[in-house]
Antibody, heavy 119, light 110 residues
Framework: QVQLVESGGGVVQPGTSLRLSCAASGFSFSNYAMHWVRQAPGKGLEWVAVISYDGSHKYYADSVKGRFTISRDNSKNTLYLQMNSLRPEDTALYYC????????????WGQGTLVTVSS | QSALTQPASVSGSPGQSITISCTGTSDDVGGYNYVSWYQQHPGKAPKLMIYDVSNRPSGVSNRFSGSKSGNTASLTISGLQAEDEADYYCKSYTSTSTYVFGIGTKVTVL
């Protein structure tokens, strides 16, 4: 079955960097666009970024543009999120999520990895 | 990229129907038939309930339905059940090829 397993979260200081990974299995990873979505503690969902199936197109939320970079390695079935210049407001549970080719819905989600930005 | 507007809370008795609205602009909800809805129980990952305005994924109860009129999309839950108590979020594609979620609605079954 479809599995998305995020890793790389932790506690970091403001201004530092962190790279999240998402290992995908159970489906043809290279056929699917992928999203990162985050949720601050006790708050709602916030869309972060999306990458096309082949990595040629990437789009970001204004709140992370210029600081975060989404990428993928289809040979390793892995999605990444490089997060630079982290701020306290980036503290959240970060979900990796799959977008099917023919719709805009997100049909599979990981369980998330927690990023805490605090001094 | 302002969050889509949803009511903070909606409640209903078992068996009743409720509707959750999701209001955006012509640059998102109104401009595309690309609205989806997600259910999230506490401590769990979201679950896709409706995609592309009114389509239901396999395995989702037909008590859930979606629609859109102008800049407002709606999710209707009919025959409300205790297990429907959760947070619900809409999401739309936008004119800048990005996506935006709604602020979320807490559904309470009385």
């Amino acid at each position: 079955q479809v599995q998305l397993v995020e890793s790389g979260g932790g506690v970091v200081q403001p201004g530092t960097s962190l790279r999240l990974s998402c290992a995908a299995s159970g489906f043809s990873f290279s056929n699917y666009a992928m999203h990162w979505v985050r949720q601050a503690p006790g708050k709602g969902l916030e869309w972060v970024a999306v990458i096309s199936y082949d990595g040629s197109h990437k789009y970001y939320a204004d709140s992370v543009k210029g600081r975060f970079t989404i990428s993928r390695d289809n040979s390793k079935n892995t999605l990444y999120l490089q997060m630079n210049s982290l701020r306290p407001e980036d503290t959240a549970l970060y979900y990796c999520a799959r977008k099917p080719p023919t719709t805009t819905g997100i049909d599979s989600w990981g369980q998330g990895t927690l990023v805490t930005v605090s001094s | 990229q302002s969050a889509l507007t949803q009511p903070a809370s909606v409640s209903g008795s078992p068996g009743q129907s409720i509707t959750i609205s999701c209001t955006g602009t012509s640059d998102d909800v109104g401009g595309y038939n690309y609205v989806s809805w997600y259910q999230q129980h506490p401590g769990k990952a979201p679950k896709l309930m409706i995609y592309d305005v009114s389509n239901r994924p396999s395995g989702v109860s037909n008590r859930f339905s979606g629609s859109k009129s102008g800049n407002t999309a709606s999710l209707t839950i009919s025959g409300l059940q205790a297990e429907d108590e959760a947070d619900y979020y809409c999401k739309s594609y936008t004119s800048t090829s990005t996506y935006v979620f709604g602020i979320g609605t807490k559904v309470t079954v009385l």
